[in-house]
């Protein structure tokens, strides 16, 4: 039993174990606090299936040896790309959704293919790399969106030209479309069956790419360069394939986030995303050299778990800052990201 214990904590890793304690003091002082405790259980599983597929985004950057992708905006950039055009051929619903997906997916594959080129010619600076294209691009789409022929009155603005900074999809039946699929209750605590189902399907073909002969060629690559050109491995192709994965998963993952807030976030929009999900899977135990499945599931649960929970809590202790909510949430969303990043450093997981 000590022994299952000792092997328990040596693969979950301490840090973790804090963090989760952590998460387990906020929910109990909840409860305490007599905040809804099912409240905050339904926004956390919300917050975790919303989020969850740009945190998946990460994992082929890091398998394939480019490092976290701090360069995520690309893919977001295309999924709101393909988006706008689902509303702009007025399409509803489902049909928008996944519309919106075979849209974005093209245009993630090229901008994915160009960047992994980039990427190939920077190695070893790839992070510091990828952070000033990621920025850039979102600087340039400022104009893009101010210059795409997009006709539609729920997208551009009603004088001048572009599109609007923040478009609504409440009238595309597209808000909280996958939220309330199958959705259900367990008490008071309401189960966003469709959100998680599309989080899960997402993890497991992952999974299985890596298992794939592309997949385990891609992994190699990343673990060993060396080793595996003498193998007979082709190491740029395979770090490409893998910065093309992750950019259409991002693609995906964007509008996975937008029909679950209601709303597509334009022009600053993807500045931060990157860092976010960055930040989630190296809590759950990734490093800036390997990654797996379990570290976006385990990161996305604490990540977002502690982000939802700890808000409420602060805020009823402080109740004369009407502020308070925002201030908490930045700190410990900052503060999360700021640890992680300095454990990435270090070159081992969180």
């Given amino acids: 039993m000590q022994n299952l214990f000792k092997s328990f904590v040596q693969n979950f890793g301490i840090p973790r174990l804090i963090i989760l304690g952590f998460f387990l003091l906020l929910c109990v002082m909840a409860i305490i606090l007599d905040i809804d405790f099912s409240d905050l259980m339904s926004a956390s599983l919300v917050r975790i299936g919303m989020n969850g597929i740009l945190?998946?985004?990460?994992?082929?950057?890091?398998?394939?040896?480019?490092?976290?992708?701090?360069?995520?905006?690309?893919?977001?950039?295309?999924?709101?790309?393909?988006?706008?055009?689902?509303?702009?051929?007025?399409?509803?619903?489902?049909?928008?959704?996944?519309?919106?997906?075979?849209?974005?997916?093209?245009?993630?594959v090229l901008v994915g293919y160009g960047y992994g080129l980039l990427l190939n010619k920077v190695k070893g600076s790839e992070m510091m790399f990828a952070i000033f294209v990621g920025w850039s691009i979102v600087s340039v789409m400022k104009i893009g969106w101010l210059l795409?022929?997009?006709?539609?009155?729920?997208?551009?603005?009603?004088?001048?030209?572009?599109?609007?900074?923040?478009?609504?999809?409440?009238?595309?039946?597209?808000?909280?479309?996958?939220?309330?699929?199958w959705a259900f209750n367990i008490g008071n605590v309401t189960i966003p069956t469709g959100l998680l189902l599309f989080f899960v399907l997402c993890c497991v073909l992952v999974w299985l790419f890596m298992r794939s002969k592309t997949g385990m060629a891609m992994y190699a690559a990343g673990d060993n360069p060396r080793f595996a050109e003498a193998a007979g491995i082709e190491v740029d192709k395979q770090r490409i394939i893998g910065t093309i994965v992750s950019t259409i998963l991002g693609a995906i993952g964007i509008l996975v986030y937008a029909q679950s807030f209601g709303f597509y976030q334009l022009y600053e929009g993807p500045f931060m995303m990157p860092f976010i999900a960055i930040a989630a899977i190296l809590i759950g135990g990734a490093s800036i050299k390997k990654a797996s499945i379990t570290n976006v599931i385990v990161g996305s649960f604490l990540f977002f778990g502690i982000l939802v929970v700890s808000m409420p809590v602060a805020n009823a202790f402080m109740a004369d800052i009407s502020s308070m909510a925002e201030i908490t949430r930045q700190i410990i969303q900052n503060g999360i990201i700021l640890y992680a990043l300095m454990q990435a450093g270090k070159g081992d997981g969180a």
């Fill in 55 to 108: 945190v998946l985004a990460i994992l082929p950057s890091i398998v394939c040896g480019t490092g976290p992708n701090f360069g995520l905006s690309l893919g977001i950039i295309c999924g709101l790309l393909g988006g706008l055009i689902a509303m702009e051929l007025t399409l509803n619903g489902f049909t928008n959704f996944f519309a919106a997906i075979a849209f974005a997916i093209p245009f993630a």
């Fill in 148 to 181: 795409l022929p997009f006709n539609s009155p729920e997208m551009a603005w009603p004088i001048g030209r572009g599109v609007r900074v923040t478009i609504a999809l409440l009238n595309r039946e597209v808000s909280q479309l996958l939220n309330n699929f």
